[in-house]
């Protein structure tokens, strides 16, 4: 593991929520949840509650690994959980790492109603009011790794945020858009296995929250740089929009997500830097076929991306699998 700077710099932290679903206690709250919930206003997603979201494969190791290997000016990392620990994060290991554990009991203060929550963008809300949070951190979903060196201007330029993406139209999802989308995510998880999310409605629901009326910035999925500060004012001055988003157990339509909302925010205060997007990549275990998978974990080695999503790795035949391990191993330098 390389040695941790710690410079005179502003202080950047990283934030990586995580949840173990096969862990028999979590998952009979799981359940108690869905069904004292069952009868929720708005239309539910068809992803609230399908298994592969609460799905713990590994990768957590390869995420945080790879933050202490390719970003070791990150101060600390934050894991955010539901009275759960990962068992390789002894004291020690957590100790030399600089990684604090955090439960949802601390990020919910004075919100206790909430508990136990079930819903990552109810979870992400909340975020920033992780006791001792830096003002510029990176919000990681577990399945995130970073796969060469990247520097804090890669995510922040003064107090500006650095967006990877591209500009689109905002469309409306009226009854019948809503209504194709959900006859869509049906057959697809039907026919295909593959679960959808409604995630660009998300966004647009999150970009109108910050003002924008005709287009939004689409981020593509990678680790985000969010700027604490903008998300306090806003909840400050708008604590119902708060309450309303973490009321949900389970995700909903109706939703936003505060991490794109933060984003368009520092977009409206032109404190955004926008860079392009050929240094990310998805690597898809349920929708990559074999030879494509080949061909990104090839692209890894080489290491022509620097931000990689592992989605669906449990879907990868064996042989598959094992070489991706192999390579994020030697690729992080994992010592945990």
């Given amino acids: 593991m390389k040695k941790i700077r710690r410079g005179s710099d502003e202080a950047i932290d990283a934030v990586i929520t995580w949840v173990d679903g096969s862990d028999q206690e979590h998952r009979k709250k799981r359940l108690r949840a869905l069904n004292q919930n069952a009868d929720e206003r708005s239309p539910a997603l068809s992803s609230r509650s399908d298994e592969t ?5 590994g990768e957590l190791r ?3 690994s790879s933050i202490r ?3 070791p000016w990150i101060r600390n990392i934050y894991l955010v959980t539901d009275n759960q620990r990962p068992g390789f994060l002894t004291d020690e290991v957590c100790d030399e790492l600089s990684l604090k554990v955090v439960d949802h009991s601390q990020i919910f203060d004075s919100y206790e109603w ?6 990552s963008r109810t979870i992400e809300t909340a975020l920033w009011r992780i006791p001792g949070l830096a003002d510029k951190f990176i919000y ?3 399945d995130f790794v970073i796969t060469a060196p990247v520097e804090p201007e890669d995510f922040f330029v003064g107090e500006s945020v650095v967006m990877r993406g591209q500009w689109h139209a905002i469309v409306a999802y009226g009854r019948l858009r809503l209504l194709a989308n959900r006859i869509g995510s049906y057959l697809s998880k039907k026919l295909f296995g593959v679960t959808r999310t409604m995630h660009l409605l998300l966004q647009i629901r999150s970009a109108r929250r910050a003002g924008f009326v005709d287009r939004y910035f689409r981020i593509v999925h990678v680790p985000h740089p969010v700027y604490k500060p903008v998300l306090e004012k806003y909840f400050e001055e708008n604590p119902d929009h708060f309450e309303e988003n ?3 157990k389970f995700r909903d339509i109706a939703q936003f997500s505060s991490i794109y909302l933060a984003y368009h925010l520092k977009i409206a205060q032109d404190e955004a830097v926008f860079r392009r997007t050929d240094d990310v990549m998805m690597i898809h275990g349920e929708m990559d076929p074999q030879f494509l ?6 692209k890894v080695v080489q290491q022509e991306v620097r931000f990689i999503s592992l989605q669906g790795v449990e879907k990868m035949n064996e042989r598959c699998r094992e070489r991706l ?5 030697e690729r992080t330098g994992m010592s945990f």
Avoid: H, M, S, W
């Avoid at 979201?53 to 494969?57: G, H, S, V």
């Avoid at 998978?293 to 090839?298: A, C, D, N, P």
């Avoid at 391990?325 to 191993?329: M, P, R, S, T």
């Fill in 114 to 119: 909430v508990l136990p929550t079930f819903n």
């Fill in 293 to 298: 998978l080949g061909r990104k974990i090839q």
């Fill in 53 to 57: 979201r609460f799905l713990d494969n």
């Fill in 246 to 248: 973490i009321r949900y």
């Fill in 69 to 71: 290997t390719f970003a």
């Fill in 62 to 64: 390869f995420c945080i």
């Fill in 325 to 329: 391990e192999k390579v994020l191993i």
């Fill in 140 to 142: 990681f979903n577990d």
